[in-house]
Structure formats: structure tokens, C-alpha cells
């Protein structure tokens, strides 16, 4: 009857399994799933390291870099060179070395920024293009598609001579451009409002692909392109010279002064005591003051009290049984002093005034023959 039971338990377990087997197969789909993820590693650092990948992908050779040194970057004619940093980093020795390059049919890319200083940074001086004025903030849509992809920024202004060679705009000369491509010797300049519809995520729009393509068709399948999406800056030691100055001199200021508070003041020299005594003198004075702070005098005040009374029942042993007044007016009648006040030099001191004072009185007391 008990294996029938325990096979009648087992066929239940193994049904409900199967049925519940059957009915996760049954509603059980399979789906792909996409989940989003910040980036990481170079596409955090790097804002066009999307363009880069989407350059690699079509056959481009492109390359990221942080400096425009000729050992990374030896530039030829035919490549392209976009610089999404502050072009304001650029020295002048390097903007001469792109001005000729794209006179010798370079391709370079540059934002000039929003402020008006721009046209006073060393590569817009050496290239002779941007007009000191700058324009209003304006916003132009690259397309129809959604969603929309939109360039934005301050409108720049071209020197006359410049917009003349323009053969790609949006914008115009009177309003300002929001994009300028102009002609230089043999190379082209693309001037830009901003390289936002490059960078990260907004190469997945169409508009912005299409607008990639529209900048950079001039020296495309001719050379390298070299993405600059960081320039590193002087050394630190010469920017703190040229741009630390005042907090530098602010700094020493105040060390002066903390060295000024906490030095030592000069005051009336004292006498040096004779050198062959001088350790025994420091010596006692250190013992003194080391035995005071331990009780605020009172050992100290006691062994001078046994020592005269050690003195005077040394020299007359009669005085060995004298005590109390009697006492204080034999050594009154010995050292000439006032009764009260032998008795108050042998009561415990209460401050550091009459401590010095009772030692007085001892010591006067001791030294008498």
C-alpha cells in the first residue's frame, strides 16, 4: 500500500512539472532588447570619436589626436584637418605652419567661437579671414528629416576679400555665416559656429550625415583626415608665469607676512653667563622650573625650609627642640627679620609672588652664620 502511495506522489510531482513546462513554452517569447549605456573609454573623452568610426566605416582614414605636433600630424596636401578645440590654444608658430600647408592645398576646419576677441587669436590672424565683428545668435535646420538636426550658434563675419571666394555658405555676407567654406591658395577654410551636429550622438541623423559629408568634400579620398577634439595647452610652469602672476604675487605677500608674525622680536641683549658655568646654570634653572610646575613651588619650598632649619640645629643643637613661635623668633633674633614675617616664609606659599618672597626670607635665614 506504500510503494502504491509514493508512486501515486511521484506521477503528481512529475504531471505538475509537465504542465507547468507546457505553459512556459506556451507563453514564453523571445525578444531583442536594446538598452542605451553612457559611453566609456574614448567616446566619453573624445566628442568626435563617433565621426571618426563613421569615417573609418566608409573608407576614410581619420585619426583623433590632442596636438597639431608635426611628429603626429606631418600635414601634405590633401589632407584634412578639423580642429574641435578652443582655437584659441593654437600658438602662432603652429598657425603659420597651417597656413601654409593649406595654401598648398589643405583643407582646415575651425570654429571661431563667440567671442569677439576671436579674430585676434593667432591662426584667424595668420589666415586673414575672420572679420573683428561679430554677428547675432541664430539657429538654421540642415534638413527636413526627424527628428531635426540644427546648427546654432554666433554668426561670423568674412573680410570683404575673403567672401568673395566663398563657394559655400549658410548664411550671407550682410547677417553674418553660420558655415563658410572660402578658397586660400590651392586649399579650402571651413569656418563653423559650432561642431555640435558632429559630435557623439548626433551622427545617428541623417541631416547631420549629410551635412559630415558637405564639409568635408573637398579633399575627400585624397589624404588623411586628422580629428583634433583637444589641444593640450603650454606647460604649467610658463601658463603660471604668464597667467598666475597675481595669485603668485598675492602668495608671497602673505608668506611675508605669516614669516613677519611668527618670527621672533628683537629686543635688548642679555648677558651671557661665563661659558665654563653656563651648562650648570641651565642645568639648575631647568630643575627649579621643572620642580615649581610639578606642584606650583611646594617641594621646593620645603627643602629650603629643611635646609635652614637642618643649619641652624647643625651650628646650635639647643634649637633642636624649638618649635613653633619660639622658633620663628630665635631665627627672627638671629637674621634681624620681623617675627611675622619669618613665620609666614615657613607657610606653604599660595601664589608664585609669595613663593619668591618665602625663598627671600630663607635664603637670608640660611646664609647668616
Not at 344 to 358: I, K, V
Amino acid at each position: 500500500m506504500t510503494n502504491h502511495r509514493a508512486l501515486f506522489v511521484a506521477l503528481l510531482l512529475v504531471l505538475g512539472g509537465a504542465l507547468l513546462a507546457g505553459l512556459f513554452l506556451a507563453t514564453f517569447e523571445r525578444r531583442d532588447t536594446v538598452e542605451r549605456v553612457p559611453p566609456s573609454g574614448a567616446a566619453r573623452s573624445n566628442p568626435l570619436f563617433a565621426l571618426q568610426q563613421v569615417l573609418r566605416d566608409v573608407g576614410e582614414p581619420a585619426m583623433s589626436l590632442t596636438t597639431l605636433d608635426p611628429r603626429q600630424a606631418p600635414l601634405r596636401p590633401g589632407d584634412t584637418v578639423l580642429v574641435g578645440a578652443d582655437a584659441g590654444r593654437i600658438d602662432a608658430d603652429t598657425a603659420a605652419r597651417l597656413v601654409v600647408w593649406v595654401r598648398q592645398g589643405g583643407h582646415l576646419l575651425l570654429a571661431p567661437g563667440a567671442t569677439r576677441t576671436s579674430a585676434r587669436m593667432p591662426v584667424f590672424t595668420a589666415l586673414g579671414l575672420l572679420d573683428a565683428h561679430a554677428g547675432t545668435p541664430a539657429c538654421r535646420r540642415l534638413g527636413d528629416r526627424q527628428p531635426a538636426t540644427s546648427l546654432c550658434g554666433v554668426r561670423f563675419r568674412l573680410r570683404p576679400a575673403a567672401a568673395t571666394a566663398v563657394d559655400a555658405a549658410i548664411g550671407d555676407a550682410h547677417d553674418g555665416y553660420l558655415f563658410a567654406r572660402t578658397a586660400l591658395g590651392r586649399g579650402r577654410v571651413s569656418l563653423l559656429a559650432s561642431f555640435a551636429p558632429l559630435e557623439r550622438q548626433q551622427l545617428r541623423h541623417a541631416d547631420a550625415q549629410q551635412f559630415a559629408r558637405r564639409l568635408l568634400a573637398p579633399n575627400r579620398g585624397r589624404g588623411q583626415v586628422y580629428l583634433i577634439y583637444a589641444l593640450d595647452g603650454p606647460p604649467f610652469l610658463k601658463l603660471l608665469a604668464l597667467k598666475g602672476w597675481p595669485a603668485l604675487l598675492a602668495l608671497a605677500v602673505l608668506l611675508a607676512a605669516w614669516m613677519a608674525m611668527r618670527s621672533a622680536r628683537l629686543g635688548p641683549l642679555m648677558p651671557v653667563p661665563a661659558p665654563h658655568r653656563r651648562a650648570l646654570l641651565e642645568h639648575v634653572q631647568a630643575a627649579g622650573e621643572f620642580l615649581y610646575r610639578r606642584d606650583n613651588g611646594r617641594s621646593l619650598h620645603q627643602l629650603a625650609c629643611q635646609a635652614v632649619l637642618a643649619r641652624l640645629r647643625r651650628r646650635y643643637p639647643g634649637c633642636a627642640r624649638l618649635n613653633g613661635e619660639a622658633l620663628y623668633a630665635r631665627l627672627a633674633e638671629r637674621g634681624g627679620l620681623d617675627v611675622e614675617q619669618v613665620a609666614q616664609a615657613f607657610q606653604s606659599p599660595a601664589n608664585a609672588q609669595t613663593f619668591h618672597a618665602s625663598l627671600i626670607t630663607l635664603a637670608r635665614l640660611r646664609s647668616r652664620p
